[in-house]
């Protein structure tokens, strides 16, 4: 026993690494695009006025968010059917093939129409990929995590989640320093897109070096075997009891048997996904155009701010396989649903870029409660056979209705001369997810992946095979 735990445990951090950097890549593909789009709007737009570029190409830019709930059901689907693995390569093929179409794709003044057609293409494809990307790269993690370190192992997702936009933004210093104006504008756009396609093509090399998740092989065995088959457990055994047979795998059908769990889901990422947007990609604009702080020294706060965020994330799903998950989300209840608007209200009055960075840094300490363990809370939530699925749909839905207007509504109320109820809408968005904190059983204490792992992984760690009963 002694002699081959460290070879696993080099094992899963071999998998976690290769997971990771294709979760990170994904994102910086994901991210160039908004980073970059003010110099390629020129080239897939009619020329005629330029704000009708940024405009399009911002409508492209929401069109990827309508995509992820689709790619969070076909991919999610996909990988309750045929494996992580698979599904985590397909994932970075596809979004290696929409970057690749926006590099390569020529000009309006080229193709014509066919120009932002390609790109609206591309942007649907990305938007599939990282739809799927994110409930398959969560299940994965948290399965071939060491038990008892699920917390810090499948927080790394918001580690190369953050990583990517940083990424994103220093190819585009060094490219602002070696290339003019005019030079962006007409080629070097493409470089990033080249970069991430590139990128994508190594990890889908990676990724098939990737063990499968031990859980899912044991569902595969488990349904070839005549005792299972004999013998069904759980919400299957009331499906045969009744005659019915049991839905398969991955299928809407079988996610239809945990409408508590998908409930669960959009309650625990409403307030979630609006306050990281809120706290990241908004609060760039707000600081500017709001707070009165200029361009480079708002881009040297949030580069700063969001790497010492990438660095509180493993350190708080550490301490969530210590404490549990529940009390990291109830901080994170509790403090952003008090302390947004205290935030937000003085951020929008300081000129001072040492306040602001301290400001915007509380807000990402808030937020770490929850970006570093939501992975988990979701994939403890749904067993094996469903649990891609499970995660990556609800969560999906979630994040195009709510995180991807976060943006939206606080434009429009600003414009409106009401910018501090969008402070209000936020906490308000906290609050109803803190609500669902508060009934949430503790997911780490009856972990399903606990609960279902191979004899090999439980034998290792009997204290949480007690704490983990299997849930019918």
Not at 168 to 178: D, S, T
Not at 349 to 368: D, E, F, G, R
Not at 377 to 406: N, S
Not at 414 to 440: D, N, P, R
Request: glycine letters at 8%; one cysteine or more; aromatic letters at 12%.
């Amino acid at each position: 026993m002694t002699t081959t735990q460290p070879v696993s445990e080099r094992r899963v951090i071999a998998n976690v690494l290769r997971g990771s950097i294709g979760n990170l890549v994904e994102w910086y593909d994901w991210y160039v695009y908004a980073a970059f789009s003010v110099y390629f709007a020129k080239s897939f737009f009619p020329a005629e006025d330029p704000t009708a570029q940024l405009l399009s190409a911002a409508a492209l830019f929401a069109v990827g968010f309508l995509m992820r709930p689709i790619g969070g059901w076909l991919l999610g689907r996909y990988a309750d059917r045929f494996g992580r693995r698979s599904a985590l390569t397909l994932s970075v093929s596809v979004m290696a093939a929409g970057s690749l179409l926006i590099a390569l794709t020529p000009g309006y003044q080229t193709i014509g129409l066919a120009a932002p057609i390609i790109l609206l293409l591309a942007r649907l494809l990305q938007g599939l990929s990282v739809g799927g990307e994110y409930a398959t790269s969560a299940t994965y993690l948290s399965e071939v995590a060491s038990s008892g370190k699920r917390g810090f192992y499948s927080s790394f997702q918001y580690v190369t989640l953050v990583a990517g936009q940083l990424v994103a933004l220093g190819v585009q210093i060094v490219l602002q320093q070696f290339l003019d104006n005019a030079q962006m504008d007409n080629w070097g756009w493409r470089i990033p897109f080249v970069i991430g396609a590139a990128g994508a093509l190594v990890v889908m090399w990676l990724r098939r070096g990737m063990d499968e998740s031990e859980q899912f092989e044991a569902v595969i065995e488990a349904e070839r075997s005549d005792t299972a088959t004999a013998l069904p457990h759980g919400r299957d055994a009331a499906a045969a009891m009744s005659g019915k047979p049991a839905p398969p795998r991955g299928s809407l059908r079988m996610l239809l048997q945990y409408p508590r769990e998908c409930l669960l889901v959009m309650g625990l990422t409403l307030g979630g996904t609006v306050a990281f947007y809120t706290y990241t990609t908004y609060m760039q604009k707000f600081m500017i155009y709001t707070s009165g702080i200029s361009k480079p020294t708002v881009a040297w706060i949030n580069f700063i701010a969001l790497l010492v965020f990438v660095v509180l994330q493993p350190l708080a799903g550490g301490l969530s396989d210590r404490i549990g998950r529940r009390k990291l989300l109830m901080f994170f209840g509790v403090a952003g649903a008090l302390l947004t608007v205290p935030i937000m209200t003085v951020l929008a009055h300081t000129k001072n870029p040492i306040a602001a960075w301290a400001l915007m840094m509380l807000a990402l300490v808030i937020i770490t409660g929850y970006t570093s363990i939501n992975a988990i809370v979701k994939a403890e939530l749904f067993p094996t056979k469903i649990r891609a699925l499970g995660v990556g749909l609800p969560y999906a839905l979630t994040v195009a209705i709510f995180g991807g207007t976060a943006e939206m509504i606080a434009v429009a109320l600003k414009k409106a001369g009401h910018e501090s109820l969008f402070f209000w809408y936020v906490a308000g968005c906290i609050g109803i997810s803190l609500i669902t904190y508060y009934f949430m059983r503790e997911t780490s204490k009856e972990s399903t992946i606990d609960a279902e792992a191979p004899a090999a992984d439980t034998a290792s760690a009997p204290d949480e095979q007690e704490l983990a009963p299997a849930r019918a």
